[in-house]
């Protein structure tokens, strides 16, 4: 009998997720014993047409991680899930743009400037990516990029969510697991649309630190004191994602000293994680005063991206309006 | 045949509280004051139930401007509700300004129970600045926010 065939894929991404993949160390044997890898481009050569070759539906398994910022994206995402029975959008900018998304502040103009024009860039022709250029043996195209990334269920159907930048290692332990028991009869998939190798919580429930009741008269830079090792970092004025963040890393962040940066995405039921922060730290400062309150925010220098650092492109606005408006 | 230009008309979510800001457009219906019908309020027990979650999904869906009104400073029905909403309009103001989207979209009105007059005429004036900004145009053909469906619709 032939194994069930596996198929990883990176989009817009840092290549991180390929990384934790290989972080599961002897796991990674497992995985080899059981499926058949038919298409990594990081770990093996392979070719798109080898996968549009294959018959639909014939890979078992797709972790599919990236966002999709450009037509290339976009092609690989429709043609994996094509040939995929199941689609796992893997990793942070799979499920919510992550980091890759943060672009969707600018304009297509404003990031290829800050690419290729900055003064800290050696560019003196002033040399611009092109999408097509003719060549005496024939036009060369590269990918179009699109005016913002997208998240993967926003182009295609997905089947499981598993968030994280990059996942876990122990948490795609858990799933590799999970999907040879399924093989073997001995357990069933969680139902389509479910979030895996991941908690139900937030951070804050997972982590260890002392809570009270958060009353903050400023908001810290965490570079700016140095936090009590055992109070909650929030109530120490540290901007801290844990309240809207997903649990499963264990508080990993918090635990080391250092704040919550929301990576593991929204909560169960946050329907905008930005929106659930803005919730959660208008609610801590202690003051009814607007006079106070104004230089209070103030300390949160940026707070679109304190709030949509991994989440702006699967957040409910999506994009900023230069973004937007660059597609026109 | 030329077409006659409309106006702009622009659409406006109004969030109201229970107590005393609905209260204040119920008696500017009641005493038959005209006011633009551009606003589509949605009454809520208290200006601190406002999700700040509710106000990204009217502007994501299409509304040109948002309206959050409550009971005036000190007046709250829950006791300091407002001011908690007060503080997460203007970290939602700062928000909004990174997202390009213009602050002044985004409007706060205190009004008593007494005071229909004063809401009516603060829409009206909110309707006009909201139509100098022109429409927000969120959506377009290559990234519509309404192109895919809204995730977990039934959680808000």
């Given at each position: 009998m032939s194994k069930p065939k596996f198929a990883m894929y990176w989009a817009a991404s840092c290549g991180g997720c390929e990384i934790a993949v290989l972080n599961i160390h002897e796991k990674i044997l497992d995985v080899d014993a059981n499926f058949d890898v038919v298409f990594w481009p990081v770990a093996m050569d392979a070719k798109y047409k080898d996968v549009e070759a294959m018959e639909d539906g014939s890979i078992l398994l797709t972790l599919f991680n990236g966002g999709i910022r450009n037509d290339e994206n976009e092609h690989v995402a429709k043609l994996l899930r094509r040939k995929s029975q199941i689609l796992v959008a893997f990793g942070s900018c799979a499920n919510e743009g992550c980091v890759p998304g943060l672009a969707n502040f600018s304009s297509i103009k404003d990031v290829v400037d800050t690419a290729f024009s900055t003064i800290s860039t050696d560019n003196p022709n002033n040399i611009r990516p092109m999408t097509a250029y003719d060549m005496p043996e024939g036009t060369l195209h590269i990918p179009t990029m699109y005016p913002v990334l997208k998240t993967l269920d926003q182009v295609v159907d997905v089947d499981y969510y598993m968030p994280g930048c990059p996942p876990e290692s122990h948490q795609i332990a858990a799933v590799i697991d999970l999907v040879i028991q399924v093989l073997q009869g001995k357990a069933e998939l969680p139902p389509k649309g479910a979030t895996i190798g991941a908690g139900g919580s937030t951070v804050c429930d997972e982590c260890g630190r002392k809570r009270n009741v958060k009353t903050i008269k400023e908001f810290n830079r965490i570079q700016m004191i140095q936090p009590d090792p055992e109070l909650c970092l929030l109530e120490q004025g540290?901007?801290?994602?844990?309240?809207?963040t997903r649990s499963g890393c264990n508080s990993r962040c918090p635990s080391a000293g250092a704040q919550c940066i929301?990576?593991?995405?929204?909560?169960?039921?946050?329907?905008?994680y930005g929106a659930r922060l803005v919730s959660a730290f208008g609610s801590v400062i202690?003051?009814?005063?607007p006079k106070e309150i104004d230089p209070i925010l103030?300390?949160?220098?940026?707070p679109a991206g304190q709030f949509y650092r991994f989440n702006l492109a699967g957040s409910l606005l999506r994009a900023a309006k230069p973004a937007w408006k660059s597609g026109d | 045949m030329t077409e006659e230009k409309k106006p702009f008309e622009p659409t406006i979510v109004g969030f109201t509280c229970n107590w005393c800001s609905y209260r204040a457009a119920d008696m500017a219906g009641t005493a038959r004051m005209k006011y633009a019908p551009n606003v589509r309020l949605i009454r809520l027990m208290c200006s601190g139930r406002l999700d700040p979650t509710f106000v990204f999904k009217a502007f994501a869906n299409g509304a040109d401007a948002v309206l959050v009104s409550g009971c005036h400073p000190g007046d709250c029905h829950y006791v300091n509700q407002n001011y908690k909403m007060l503080r997460r309009f203007n970290l939602m103001r700062r928000v909004l300004g990174q997202m390009?989207?213009?602050?002044?979209r985004l409007k706060l009105l205190w009004a008593s129970a007494a005071e229909g007059a004063i809401f009516a005429a603060e829409i009206n004036k909110f309707v006009e600045q909201v139509r100098e900004l022109?429409?927000?145009?969120?959506?377009?053909?290559?990234?519509?926010?309404?192109?895919t469906p809204v995730l977990q619709e039934a959680a808000v």
């Open positions: 540290i901007p801290c994602n844990g309240p809207a929301g990576c593991y995405g929204p909560a169960e039921g946050v329907v905008d202690d003051s009814d005063d103030d300390g949160l220098v940026a | 390009g989207i213009e602050p002044e022109g429409p927000l145009n969120w959506n377009n053909k290559n990234g519509a926010a309404v192109e």
